[in-house]
């Protein structure tokens, strides 16, 4: 059993989460950026053998999305917490 912690709810079964995908951050302007750009932002994935930064939301909770640092081989949850503009 994977236990995942929201930074609203505590730690949670991770069968009350849905998984959103790698974080990656959004370009400035998406409608300005070349269409090869917008197409890797879009379709293009890291998928990293390691700690990876990824979006999760909180389906049968707070229903928060939120950012996880999770190992993609142990699927350890390193930690959790809110997004925030400034970190990008």
Known sequence: MVIIEC???GERNQSEFR???EYNPRPANLMEVSDAAAADFIY???NKWGVQKEWWYH???CQ???LAERHTRTNEVV???LWEASKE
Request: glycine residues 16%.
């Open 44 to 46: 293009m994935k890291d």
């Open 7 to 9: 930074p609203h709810c």
């Open 79 to 81: 930690k959790t917490y």
């Open 59 to 61: 389906r049968q909770g």
């Open 64 to 66: 928060a999305w939120f």
């Open 19 to 21: 998984y959103g995908g």
